[in-house]
């Protein structure tokens, strides 16, 4: 017969051999579940790292919006040094631009100011700032913008531009950067088909700093190895614009593909201008871009003598709608106007 010690020995043993296998098995498990909730943690800074990008790669310009942002054809307003910087060529006169939301009075200071000076009958430079600061946060994001475009010959159809851009973000993601941009317009066919092509953000990879009193506490133990850089997101911007005139009503029709290198963006929108008797201008858009749904846009623009003045309302499946103003005068210049 098993003597009594014998069997509590046993008993012992096997306890404590249970014990062994079940709290390293729940250590296991717990170490791996901690390891999937760190991995899900850090693709969620990575996609807040990426979305902090955005305004490196925005339209600027509320009449550009109003187009659906399919403006890299058209690009004929201050607006152009952000969007296609070969735009600016075919300004000839002093320009003034500003556009600014107007539904967010409260909540933030955001606004796109820009110059455009013709430097002779072929050339122009110009300079613009974009910045947007939310009072309710230290957030804030600025891009300053410097171009300049050429005519390849006086009766050339074709305008070059080259643009250069310092950008900074601040806020829980902050970072800083300088990139260079290019643009092309050009006539193929006649005097009314445009094409437009615009390069966005050579540069080198951008130093990432992170703040961890504005992170959430389930991020502190994986921003020691988060990304400390990150490539500026290279865009793509390729379209064509229609120009005529129906009826002797002015109007132009415009197409524009986005591409972004830098993740899976990409954006296609459609626009149309038409310059009604007397001194008003309407436009409408329509805008599908990936992650961000689709946009219908409407606006108005009055001109009169030097002055444009429009509103712009952007309707977003995904986000709040919006409602943006624009002004833009034109200075006197004896230069004369290019063939496009």
């Not at 250069?164 to 050009?186: E, R, Y």
Request: aromatic fraction near 10%.
């Amino acid at each position: 017969m098993i003597s009594i010690d014998r069997l509590a020995f046993a008993s012992i043993r096997f306890c404590v051999l249970f014990w062994l296998i079940v709290s390293g098995t729940s250590a296991a498990f717990t170490q791996t579940i901690d390891e999937s909730e760190n991995l899900q943690r850090l693709e969620d800074l990575a996609d807040q790292v990426d979305e902090s990008f955005a305004f490196v790669v925005d339209t600027f310009g509320a009449r550009a919006r109003g187009m659906g942002t399919a403006f890299v054809a058209v690009a004929d307003d201050g607006s152009a040094i952000a969007n296609n910087p070969a735009g600016i060529a075919q300004i000839r006169v002093s320009q003034l631009s500003f556009a600014r939301p107007v539904d967010e009075l409260e909540t933030a200071r955001e606004g796109f100011l820009a110059f455009v000076q013709p430097m002779s009958t072929r050339r122009s430079v110009g300079g613009g700032i974009h910045s947007t600061h939310f009072s309710d946060s230290d957030d804030a994001e600025q891009i300053l913008n410097v171009a300049y475009a050429w005519q390849l010959q006086t009766d050339s159809r074709i305008y070059i531009g080259m643009g250069g851009k310092v950008f900074s973000k601040d806020g829980p993601i902050s970072f800083d950067g300088i990139a260079v941009d290019f643009g092309i317009l050009a006539q193929p066919i006649g005097r009314n088909l445009i094409l437009g092509l615009a390069g966005q953000n050579f540069g080198p990879d951008v130093k990432i700093r992170y703040d961890p009193r504005r992170f959430d506490k389930s991020f502190a133990s994986v921003l020691s190895s988060a990304p400390d850089e990150h490539e500026i997101p290279f865009n793509l911007k390729f379209g064509a614009a229609y120009r005529s005139q129906l009826h002797a009503l002015p109007f132009q029709i415009t197409g524009q593909v986005d591409k972004s290198f830098i993740d899976d963006f990409a954006r296609i929108s459609l626009g149309t201008e038409i310059r009604l008797p007397g001194v008003l201008t309407v436009r409408a858009g329509y805008t599908s871009e990936s992650d961000a749904g689709s946009d219908l846009s409407l606006g108005i623009g009055i001109h009169y003598n030097m002055m444009r003045i429009g509103y712009t309302y952007i309707d977003r499946e995904l986000h709040a709608n919006q409602h943006e103003a624009y002004l833009i005068v034109d200075f006197l210049s004896r230069l004369p106007k290019p063939p496009i």
